[in-house]
């Protein structure tokens, strides 16, 4: 009984840090994948990069600063998805 004891002291914690990393690594590689799912989704912009940083100067030039993020961020758009 001492013995289970003893083992118990001394690799419960140690399991528990395990099970919580574990729990913390699943749960933040699933917000990881929902962001890159959104990037990979998106519509928003040109067709190719230079088209996209063409469309975010002409929002700076047109003071749009929140249109000019939503090239960029999309989640800062607002509730219409940032369709131009």
Request: without cysteine.
């Amino acid at each position: 009984m001492v013995a289970l004891i003893i083992w118990g002291v001394i690799w419960g914690p140690q399991t528990l840090s395990f099970y919580w990393y574990e729990y913390l690594n699943r749960k933040h590689l699933a917000e990881f994948e929902a962001i890159e799912e959104t990037y990979r989704t998106d519509t928003n912009g040109g067709e190719t990069p230079e088209e996209t940083l063409d469309l975010f100067v002409a929002a700076l030039e047109a003071g749009d600063a929140g249109l000019a993020a939503s090239y960029f961020v999309p989640e800062k758009r607002g509730g219409d998805g940032g369709a131009v």
